[in-house]
């Protein structure tokens, strides 16, 4: 009885031989490691019949149940850190401008265009919350006619896109930045919350122990013309998932305090009743690296 050895070389040299008509050079190169790493998994691991017919019916699932509304594999990408890593390698660590991380599975293209000030809720709640910031480039100019782009989950736990009581636009919207790149909004003070775990993602963090929770966020991502568009996250200090993000999704960068505010000291902004909260954020973009060629 053979092992895997020369013949499990074999095999894996001629996969990677059925490549060579391949023409494009990148699929061709990403083709292959990806049969020499696979095929490396299976040996390092002593991959059973019963295991890797398990593996195909788990990503057969994860297909099943991801729809226009739900992306299991954008799950399944981020719990295993893959999300991250690509924005690592992709985006570095971000020194002087604002870091990256991940869209998450949730974001819908096309939010309604608002005026700096607006909310993007028709219900704050109780614990409304004020978020102002400024785009600006790495000198330190603030960046005119910048598109804030945010979305964020409900008080309940749950974004617009997965909750059918929500209106469609609710906690969603795109802003404009004025001369000095300033923008500013009202919203809820986001809530910790845990991914969809009723499906095949789901079952594989219970499988393994891990929790399914994400910290506190506002998702924002940012453009300028003439600049690299940041996807990002604002995170809630106070949150106590910071360290364990589901995800790896969380830079101590990104992280704010939430300044609470009692009204019988302070008066609430126009739009604003009761306690409230406020954090401001600098978005710092990189010049677009072939424009600043030119």
């Known amino acids: 009885m053979t092992g895997p050895g020369e013949t499990g070389h074999d095999l894996t040299a001629q996969a990677v031989d059925s490549l060579a008509g391949c023409r494009d050079p990148r699929l061709r190169a990403v083709l292959t490691s990806l049969i020499r790493n696979l095929h490396h998994f299976a040996v390092e691991t002593s991959l059973t019949d019963a295991e890797w017919f398990a593996g195909i019916r788990f990503l057969t699932a994860v297909g099943q149940i991801s729809s226009d509304h739900r992306q299991e594999f954008i799950l399944l990408s981020d719990t295993l850190g893959l999300s991250m890593l ?8 971000g020194a002087d401008v604002t870091e990256s991380t991940v869209l998450g599975p949730f974001y819908v293209p096309d939010s309604p265009w608002r005026a700096n000030g607006d909310a993007i ?3 704050l709640g109780e614990n409304p919350l004020l978020v102002s910031g400024r785009v600006r480039d790495t000198t330190g100019r603030g960046l005119e006619g910048a598109v804030v782009d945010v979305w964020q989950n409900a008080t309940n736990q749950l974004y617009a896109v997965q909750d059918e009581h929500q209106a469609s636009d609710n906690l969603r919207g795109r802003f404009c930045t004025g001369p000095d790149g300033a923008f500013e909004f009202r919203t809820v003070r986001p809530v910790d919350y845990p991914i969809p775990d009723d499906g095949p993602v789901g079952h594989m963090l219970a499988a393994t122990g891990r929790h399914p929770w994400r910290p506190a966020h506002i998702h924002l991502i940012v ?7 940041v996807t990002t996250h604002l995170f ?3 949150s106590r998932y910071l360290d364990s993000d589901v995800v790896f999704g969380v830079k101590p960068s990104l992280v704010r305090t939430f300044t609470e505010h009692d009204q019988t000291v302070e008066p609430p902004p126009p739009g604003i009743t009761g306690r409230w909260c406020s954090v401001d954020v600098d978005i710092v973009l990189r010049p677009d690296a072939e424009e600043s060629s030119d």
Do not use: F, Q, W
């Open 236 to 238: 809630d200090s106070a």
């Open 86 to 93: 690509v924005d690592l390698i992709n985006h570095g660590s």
């Open 223 to 229: 453009s300028a013309t003439g600049h690299d568009p």
């Open 121 to 123: 809720t028709e219900d």
